[in-house]
């Protein structure tokens, strides 16, 4: 097994070095044996790959304590068995006290030395598959997962960092689409209750007469069709983070009720005569602004009080443009993978135009329209002419302006058309076809309004003549 763990068996005496060193290679695992502790300590400087040690805790010069002690001190991340030919209870607690994971007394039950040994390193597999978890958990969640380098993204990571260990209630705004439950999500991860549920709701999808329900739970028979006691959001994300999504949607009355909740940190079901206390974090978040509605008197101003704490505000793309390559980068290389495709890359005059776009839907329609380009695209290079048309006649083209009334008047559809098909025919360098593919249209269609527009420009350069 090329991946099988190593074992090292340190031990003076020869019969008992070599019988445990037999008993388990038969387990599949690599051992290498000592008589020397020392020797074992300039091994391990040198192979970082030994999971577990056996060593013997009586030898002349370094014994079983002392190579404990410098295990621990050089910071091996290693497990130590220490045997001792004594049995006796204190020498079992010595060396527990010392940082040993487990001890054997002499004679070795060799049965019990592997059942010791694999229980050790199935234990340290697990925590391997946990840390590994939790890496990608932190990688789709945590902060990483949120991709920008621009100023305004710089200042939304340096204010998550400094929320994110707390416990006060977060109100995140932003448009739709500018990943507000990713935010949400990334302060959970980043916070003390990492290890708990994080939970979402979105009061918009849910409708008013069920969301009471599902934020507080019920009783059996409290309505009809209560045939059970639900439990809500509140309960279920004890210890944890409950994320409202939409929170500008809730009724009036289910305002009041979230607003005691809040000052009460209780809840009590629907149909319940109880109390349940709650130790929660709340993270809301809105794309409507609720100061508006509070003026509209829509919303409760003490609530919005209670919510925004905290205000966490997501720009959206269109003020964050230099983010759109990596944004476009990130995306492109994910769903290559998820996918099955080849890796693909934008050339430079389609990320002026996804730079150049007001992309109202945000980073959510990004993703989406690079998604779809992964899916059809064949190619290593999407160029400007493989972007949906709509994006391609929203944005300026490079190296241009964007197309503006003539002074004093509005122009015409049929100036706005020429100026694009000029501009496009300038920007492949005379290329038709390229030209055709990038505005959509067939290249007869293209040939046939440049030989009209030949034709215009024939008596201005006979009179000039």
Same mark, same amino acid.
């Given at each position: 097994?090329?991946?099988?763990?190593?074992?090292?068996?340190?031990?003076?005496?020869?019969?008992?070095?070599?019988?445990?060193?037999?008993?388990?290679?038969?387990?599949?695992?690599?051992?290498?044996?000592?008589?020397?502790?020392?020797?074992?300590?300039?091994? =391990?400087?040198?192979?970082?790959?030994?999971? =577990?040690?056996?060593?013997?805790?009586?030898?002349?010069?370094?014994? #079983?304590?002392?190579?404990?002690?410098?295990?621990?001190?050089?910071?091996?991340? =290693?497990?130590?068995?220490?045997?001792?030919?004594?049995?006796?209870?204190?020498?079992?607690?010595?060396?527990?006290?010392?940082?040993?994971?487990?001890?054997?007394?002499?004679?070795?039950?060799?049965?019990?030395?592997?059942?010791?040994?694999?229980?050790? +390193?199935?234990?340290?597999?697990?925590?391997?598959?946990?840390?590994? @978890?939790?890496?990608? @958990?932190?990688?789709?969640?945590?902060?990483?997962?949120?991709?920008?380098?621009?100023?305004?993204?710089?200042?939304?990571?340096?204010?998550? $960092?400094?929320?994110?260990?707390?416990?006060?209630?977060?109100?995140?705004?932003?448009?739709?689409?500018?990943?507000?439950?990713?935010?949400? $999500?990334?302060?959970?991860?980043?916070?003390?209750?990492?290890?708990?549920?994080?939970?979402?709701?979105?009061?918009?999808?849910?409708?008013?007469?069920?969301?009471?329900?599902?934020?507080?739970?019920?009783?059996?028979?409290?309505?009809?069709?209560?045939?059970?006691?639900?439990?809500?959001?509140?309960?279920?994300?004890?210890?944890?983070?409950?994320?409202?999504?939409?929170?500008?949607?809730?009724?009036?009355?289910?305002?009041?009720?979230?607003?005691?909740? @809040?000052?009460?940190?209780?809840?009590?079901?629907?149909?319940?005569?109880?109390?349940?206390?709650?130790?929660?974090?709340? &993270?809301?978040?809105? $794309?409507?602004?609720?100061?508006?509605?509070?003026?509209? #008197?829509?919303?409760?101003?003490?609530?919005?009080?209670?919510?925004?704490?905290?205000? +966490?505000?997501?720009?959206? +793309?269109?003020?964050?443009?230099?983010?759109?390559?990596?944004?476009?980068?990130?995306?492109?290389?994910?769903?290559?993978?998820?996918?099955?495709?080849?890796?693909?890359?934008?050339?430079?005059?389609? &990320?002026?135009?996804?730079?150049?776009?007001?992309?109202?839907?945000?980073?959510?329609?990004?993703?989406?329209?690079?998604?779809?380009?992964?899916?059809?695209?064949?190619?290593?290079? &999407?160029?400007?002419?493989?972007?949906?048309?709509?994006?391609?006649?929203?944005?300026?083209?490079?190296?241009?302006?964007?197309?503006?009334?003539?002074?004093?008047?509005?122009?015409?559809?049929?100036?706005?058309?020429?100026?694009?098909?000029?501009?496009?025919?300038?920007?492949?360098?005379?290329?038709?076809?390229?030209?055709?593919?990038?505005?959509?249209?067939?290249?007869?269609?293209?040939?046939?309004?440049?030989?009209?527009?030949?034709?215009?420009?024939?008596?201005?350069?006979?009179?000039?003549?």
């Amino acid at each position: 097994m090329s991946d099988a763990p190593t074992i090292l068996v340190i031990d003076d005496e020869t019969g008992s070095r070599e019988s445990m060193a037999l008993a388990l290679e038969k387990t599949g695992v690599g051992v290498r044996t000592f008589d020397d502790a020392r020797l074992a300590l300039e091994y =391990l400087e040198t192979q970082p790959g030994v999971t =577990l040690v056996i060593c013997d805790l009586r030898m002349p010069g370094m014994d #079983g304590l002392g190579f404990l002690e410098e295990v621990r001190k050089r910071e091996f991340d =290693l497990d130590v068995i220490l045997v001792t030919g004594f049995g006796t209870i204190e020498s079992a607690v010595e060396a527990m006290q010392v940082g040993a994971d487990d001890y054997l007394t002499k004679p070795i039950d060799l049965y019990e030395l592997r059942k010791r040994v694999m229980n050790l +390193l199935e234990n340290r597999m697990l925590k391997e598959e946990v840390t590994s @978890l939790r890496q990608m @958990l932190d990688k789709k969640f945590g902060f990483e997962s949120i991709v920008g380098s621009s100023e305004p993204m710089e200042r939304l990571f340096d204010q998550m $960092n400094l929320v994110a260990p707390t416990r006060s209630t977060v109100l995140v705004s932003g448009e739709s689409g500018t990943g507000k439950e990713l935010v949400a $999500n990334a302060l959970h991860h980043a916070s003390p209750r990492r290890d708990e549920r994080f939970l979402a709701l979105n009061c918009g999808a849910i409708p008013p007469d069920i969301l009471e329900s599902e934020l507080f739970g019920h009783e059996k028979g409290s309505f009809t069709g209560a045939i059970g006691r639900k439990i809500g959001k509140f309960e279920l994300a004890h210890r944890g983070t409950l994320f409202l999504d939409e929170i500008s949607e809730l009724y009036p009355e289910l305002q009041v009720k979230l607003l005691r909740v @809040l000052e009460e940190r209780s809840i009590m079901r629907v149909g319940g005569a109880e109390t349940i206390d709650v130790d929660y974090r709340l &993270i809301a978040a809105t $794309n409507r602004n609720l100061d508006e509605l509070v003026a509209a #008197g829509q919303f409760r101003e003490d609530l919005l009080y209670r919510l925004k704490v905290v205000s +966490l505000r997501i720009p959206p +793309l269109r003020e964050r443009q230099e983010d759109i390559p990596l944004l476009a980068e990130h995306f492109l290389a994910r769903f290559c993978e998820e996918h099955g495709r080849e890796p693909k890359r934008l050339g430079s005059t389609a &990320i002026e135009i996804l730079k150049a776009s007001a992309w109202p839907g945000n980073v959510r329609e990004l993703k989406n329209m690079l998604e779809s380009l992964v899916i059809f695209h064949q190619g290593e290079v &999407i160029e400007r002419g493989d972007l949906p048309v709509e994006l391609r006649m929203t944005s300026s083209l490079p190296g241009s302006s964007r197309i503006q009334p003539a002074s004093g008047g509005v122009r015409t559809m049929d100036e706005i058309e020429r100026q694009a098909i000029l501009e496009t025919l300038e920007v492949y360098d005379g290329h038709r076809a390229n030209t055709a593919k990038a505005l959509g249209i067939g290249l007869r269609t293209l040939q046939r309004k440049l030989k009209e527009y030949r034709r215009e420009s024939e008596p201005a350069e006979a009179e000039a003549d």
